[in-house]
């Protein structure tokens, strides 16, 4: 017999990233064989080395690797695992992989196939938990209607509307939809996005609460028929319906409206005779916090478990392998303190949030806090995947205390090479709003957009010292990766150094050397292309260096270019993906701002506007590969725009 009964001594991770590190953890503790899968993209991921055994199941694309059940099934069957865990997202809320599971005799840590079904289905899931008294948001289920009927029925329903995917989660392909005139372009952006994350493109439409908030419950159910509520956690502060901060509990919220939705949560889950975890999650109306919406049922274990965890001193994955394995589910244990889980993405927030990827120079997590990472020194961040690649979790006595620890790790995190949003998530912690807990899913976008900061002179200095560290004279091969530009600054006749900023901004050391009295640490990496990386407090740069030449044609032309043309001809790719959408026709006329084209990566989809008025001469087509800074399209500008800057 194994450790608890358990009737299985080897689980399958079908998944990736600091999900499966984090399974591979607790299955290792249960005394358990743990097998990772990887796609071609993920062969030297720290997932594969710390599982005992680990199986390829295909190529880079999640299509035909991670959300291929045949591939996933094999896997299993090749390593003997009687198990498989499929974390979240991919394939962990597909009835085809149940089902898969039931009919090759392994056990899917997961709810029935009748659940998942039921529950995934947003259609069939109102209507499910209304007819047992849950409230829902007013709407209607889109399937089968043209774009006409779908505008009566939307205006019936009244605007603002939120379209959403009627299958999968995540916020992916949602779109809110302010009036008539913006919803065929909404209902094809969320078409092509359902399409490709779930297969299918079938929509829902809602009313849109102005000031929801986003709370959801953590249920569990065991095969006695028992569901309990483990609490609930507060996802609100979110961008484009991605979270961004969840926490546990909930941000002053009132007993009597918790305990309505505990009960709520567990109805839902008993009404499909629940199996392990499970989230309900609800709309909490802000302005009448006593009015709360059911949502959805995630049939699944959540990004945010672990503030749940934090709180309640609970390991849900053991409990969900328990469960799998038929035990009971013990008592509830009383919520103590105060969790904050903060994502943290390979995004570029003062870029719009455009993803980004590359080779992680240098990872430092702060102690003292809880870190799931995907990533590590060295390791790669690749644009075929979702850009989450780390979480950080505080806990404290209260929510203050949390918040703060949470901020004081962010601030010692390092990460080289990628950029990411941990500046702007500590700009968020800082927001006054966040910290009194008066939280609507619109707060972050009343930050935006997010301004692109200088380097402080402690930057500048370390980038400086890492230059003359990699690159000093006479040491030939770090001057050839870098290329001309090194070569010629090792000169002895240059004394400063000056860098370009992914702003397009020139700056030197010699200008400020003076300045920022206040000693920090700084972090300082060079990349293979050259660039130096600096981290300081929780804030990266890439400062690519300047040879003297370079330096003065940079001053020329910003002293020569026009306001109004600042952003030049080119449309220009602000990060590597496919170009999935071309929305002109090449030498149509544009307006300043209006798509040329959008490029899908990382699971989302991206315009590339046009940066000027003028006529638009295309450089791509749908189904290209884009670099990042890749020319999309010029835009040659009028005649009387000519004349008017002339």
Known sequence: MTPDNIDFDTVLIANRGEIARRIIRTVRARGL???????????????????????????????????????????????????????????????????????AGIVFIGPSIEAIEIMGDKVRAREHVAARGVPVVPGFDASGLSDGQIAVRATEVGFPLLIKPRSGGGGKGMEIVSDADALPAALGSARRVARAAFGVDALLLERLIRRPRHIEVQVFGDSDGRVIALGERECTLQRRHQKVIEEAPAAALDSDVRERL???????????????????????????????????????????????????????????????????????????????????????????????????????????????????????????????????????????????????????????????????????????????????????????????????????????????????????????????????????????????????????????????PVETVVS????????????????????????????????????????????????RAPMPGAVVVVHVEDGASVTRGQPLVSIEAMKMEHPVLAPHDGTVHLQIAVGDQARRDQVMATVTPSTTEEEGTA
Not at 530 to 550: H, M
Request: glycine share 6%.
């Open 33 to 103: 064989r743990s097998v990772a899968v990887h796609s071609d993209a993920d062969a030297d991921a720290p997932h594969v080395r710390e599982a005992d055994l680990a199986l390829r199941v295909g190529p880079a694309a999640a299509a035909d690797s991670y959300l291929s059940v045949e591939r996933i099934i094999d896997a299993a069957m090749v390593s003997h695992a009687k198990a498989i865990h499929p974390g979240y997202g991919f394939l962990s809320e597909s009835t085809a992989l149940a089902r898969a599971c039931a009919e």
């Open 524 to 571: 300082a990496a060079m990349d293979a292309e050259g660039a130096v990386w600096v981290s300081e407090s929780g804030r990266a740069l890439r400062l690519r260096p300047l040879d003297r030449r370079a330096r003065l044609r940079h001053r020329l032309a910003a002293r020569d270019r026009a306001p109004e043309r600042a952003a030049g001809p080119e449309a």
């Open 262 to 516: 505990f009960a709520a949560a567990v109805r839902v889950a008993e009404s499909v005779e629940y199996t392990g975890a499970g989230t309900v999650e609800f709309l909490v109306d802000a302005d009448a916090p006593s009015e709360f919406f059911f949502i959805e049922m995630n049939t699944r274990l959540q990004v945010e478990h672990p503030v749940t965890e934090a709180v309640t001193g609970l390991d849900l994955v053991a409990l969900q392998l328990a469960v799998a394995g038929g035990r009971a589910l013990p008592a509830a244990p009383p919520i103590t303190g105060h969790a904050i889980e903060a994502r943290i993405y390979a995004e570029a927030p003062e870029r719009g949030f455009v993803p980004s990827s590359g080779v992680v120079m240098r990872f430092e997590p702060p102690a003292g806090v809880r870190v799931d990472a995907a990533i590590e020194s060295g390791g790669r961040v690749s644009d075929f995947y979702d850009p989450m690649i780390a979480k950080i979790i505080s806990h404290g006595p209260d929510r203050t205390t949390a918040l703060q620890r949470l901020d004081d790790a962010l601030a010692r995190t390092v990460i080289l090479g990628v950029e990411t949003n941990i500046a702007f998530l500590r700009l968020l912690l800082a927001n006054e709003r966040v910290r009194a807990g008066d939280l609507d899913t619109g707060l972050i976008e009343t930050l935006l957009p997010v301004t692109a900061l200088p380097p402080s002179a402690a930057m500048i200095r370390a980038a400086r010292e890492e230059w003359n560290v990699q690159a000093p004279r006479g040491r030939g091969d770090t001057a050839a990766r870098a290329g001309a530009v090194w070569a010629q600054m090792r000169d002895d006749a240059v004394r400063s150094v000056a860098f370009l900023t992914d702003a397009g901004e020139v700056v030197e050391d010699t200008s400020i050397e003076c300045l920022d």
